[in-house]
């Protein structure tokens, strides 16, 4: 007899008879999976509602409620806690997500050999042999004395292991590996993925464990799994950068905790991965001198400026419609620059093929960087460079206008930092405090015109 089955949507959970290309309720594209229908033992039910014996049933007044006092536990890692908002806060879950081999379960090891000194960790791997952890462990200098390896997938048998060792950390690589015996579908599945990491979450919130669950991306590069195991979790961590470069930035993009505007930045190396305190010095290492098409920003990742080197290569193209390419920088965004630099600037840019890239793997998100985008572009097509001292700092609207950003003066004071003495900020950022000293010219625009026109013409 066939068994009966259901499609289920990836990205809202919304469950129909047959496929359908097209999500009836979220609207999304492709996201319908087949699932088998399971009927649920009451053992089951009981653990899905268990949740509910976390938080009081009783209606309480505002006013009458306490702040709770958040105990975090320091990772080790600066970089880490800086993203985390100052370390693990017990009883929390934080989903870590990656492409293959970008560095995670290297991540964990050096967070495990940090953590163990002062607390107990238990390292559940589905995906590694012991002796291969082992080897990993060795190659990173890692050999605490508390902390435990268990390579099971069970969810049964691993939280059976957790009542009797008591760990105060579980870190899990990874959650699309576990399944659950009273769920038919095999681990990984929507189901799977989605009970599991609701049993483990439980055991945290109950226990104030605090845990890490490693997830898998699919083919979009999005978390693989329902869209409410992203929800589910306290934060949810990406671990991004180009598996041949040496560079990774993690960051938040959901934290309960702390702010998620924050990147940590490693460099993997022999040895692991090495924090990189100052990034703007490593970014900027290597820069090529007296080359056009290069320029200088500062951005502001959270509460942190860095700088980036924002390069353009502009050249004659032999096709019908020439190409547009951009790495690290939002192709929408590209295309209005162009627009605005054609329009505005009359440059000829429709026959040439651009390109556009951000030294170091970096992804540029906001809009401060639209001076240095086309400062850029218009030095590689004048074939003229960019004087190394400047950095550009401004958004750019439709009309050619420069407006203003916020937290000039910590880009200002990074920028002189690295010994950058010609400043080009929007001329509504300007104020008498941020007046040059030291020999700092402080050039203050109102539009793109004014950064090509005397006395400041940049290109002359």
């Known amino acids: 007899m066939k068994e009966k089955t259901v499609f289920v949507c990836s990205e809202c959970g919304y469950r129909a008879p047959q496929w359908t290309g097209k999500c009836r309720q979220c609207g999304k594209w492709n996201t319908m999976e087949e699932q088998e229908i399971v009927s649920e033992t009451p053992a089951k039910k009981a653990t899905r509602h268990s949740v509910s014996n976390i938080y009081d049933s009783e209606p309480t007044l505002l006013k009458e409620l306490e702040l709770p006092n958040y105990?975090?536990?320091?990772?080790?890692?600066g970089e880490l806690d800086r993203v985390l908002?100052?370390?693990?806060?017990?009883?929390?879950?934080?989903?870590?997500?990656?492409e293959p081999g970008i560095g995670k379960s290297?991540?964990?090891?050096?967070?495990?050999?940090?953590?163990?000194?002062?607390?107990?960790?238990?390292?559940?791997?589905?995906?590694?042999?012991?002796?291969?952890?082992?080897?990993?462990?060795?190659?990173?200098?890692?050999?605490?004395d508390n902390l435990y390896i268990l390579i099971e997938t069970n969810i049964d048998k691993i939280l059976s292991h957790v009542d009797k060792i008591k760990p105060d950390i579980i870190i899990v690589d990874s959650v699309q590996t576990i399944y659950?015996?009273?769920?038919?579908?095999?681990?990984?599945?929507?189901?799977?993925?989605?009970?599991?990491?609701?049993?483990?979450?439980?055991?945290?919130?109950?226990?104030?464990?605090?845990?890490?669950?490693?997830?898998?991306?699919?083919?979009?590069?999005?978390?693989?799994?329902?869209?409410?195991?992203?929800?589910?979790?306290?934060?949810?961590?990406?671990?991004?950068?180009?598996?041949?470069?040496?560079?990774?930035?993690?960051?938040?993009?959901?934290?309960?905790?702390?702010?998620?505007?924050?990147?940590?930045?490693?460099?993997?190396?022999?040895?692991?991965?090495?924090?990189?305190?100052?990034?703007?010095e490593a970014l900027l290492a290597g820069r090529p001198k007296g080359v056009s098409g290069s320029c200088a920003v500062c951005l502001m990742e959270g509460s942190r400026p860095i700088i980036a080197e924002v390069?353009?290569?502009?050249?004659?193209?032999?096709?019908?419609?020439?190409?547009?390419?951009?790495?690290?920088?939002?192709?929408?965004?590209?295309?209005?620059?162009?627009?605005?630099?054609?329009?505005?600037?009359?440059l000829r840019l429709s026959q040439s093929d651009l390109y556009l890239n951000v030294v170091g793997g970096l992804r540029i998100e906001e809009p401060a960087a639209d001076m240095a985008v086309a400062l850029a572009l218009i030095s590689s097509m004048k074939?003229?460079?960019v004087p190394e001292n400047v950095i550009a700092i401004g958004e750019i609207g439709l009309a050619g206008e420069c407006?203003?950003?916020?937290?000039?003066?910590?880009?200002?004071?990074?920028?002189?930092?690295?010994?950058?003495?010609?400043?080009?900020?929007?001329?509504?950022?300007?104020?008498?405090?941020?007046?040059?000293?030291?020999?700092?010219?402080?050039?203050?625009?109102?539009?793109?015109?004014?950064?090509?026109?005397?006395?400041?013409s940049l290109f002359d």
């Open 383 to 385: 074939d003229k460079p």
């Open 106 to 144: 290297t991540l964990l090891m050096q967070i495990s050999g940090k953590l163990c000194p002062e607390n107990k960790v238990l390292y559940v791997s589905g995906e590694e042999s012991g002796s291969q952890l082992k080897l990993r462990a060795k190659r990173l200098g890692v050999s605490p």
């Open 403 to 456: 407006r203003a950003v916020p937290n000039i003066d910590q880009r200002i004071c990074e920028a002189v930092r690295l010994g950058f003495d010609t400043i080009i900020i929007p001329k509504r950022n300007y104020t008498k405090k941020i007046d040059c000293e030291n020999g700092i010219k402080i050039i203050p625009v109102s539009s793109i015109f004014s950064v090509l026109m005397p006395p400041n």
């Open 311 to 346: 390069q353009a290569l502009g050249v004659q193209s032999v096709f019908p419609s020439p190409k547009r390419s951009s790495n690290g920088i939002d192709h929408n965004r590209m295309y209005m620059l162009l627009a605005v630099l054609e329009k505005r600037l009359g």
């Open 85 to 98: 908002g100052g370390g693990l806060v017990n009883g929390s879950a934080v989903l870590i997500s990656g």
């Open 180 to 280: 659950d015996d009273r769920v038919s579908s095999s681990a990984g599945s929507i189901t799977q993925v989605r009970e599991t990491s609701a049993r483990f979450i439980i055991k945290a919130k109950n226990e104030g464990i605090s845990i890490i669950l490693v997830s898998h991306v699919n083919k979009e590069g999005m978390i693989a799994g329902p869209k409410v195991l992203e929800h589910a979790v306290d934060a949810v961590l990406y671990f991004e950068g180009e598996k041949r470069n040496s560079y990774r930035i993690i960051r938040a993009i959901k934290n309960r905790f702390g702010s998620t505007n924050e990147i940590g930045v490693f460099e993997m190396n022999e040895n692991g991965l090495e924090e990189v305190p100052n990034p703007s």
């Open 71 to 77: 105990i975090r536990s320091k990772s080790g890692i």
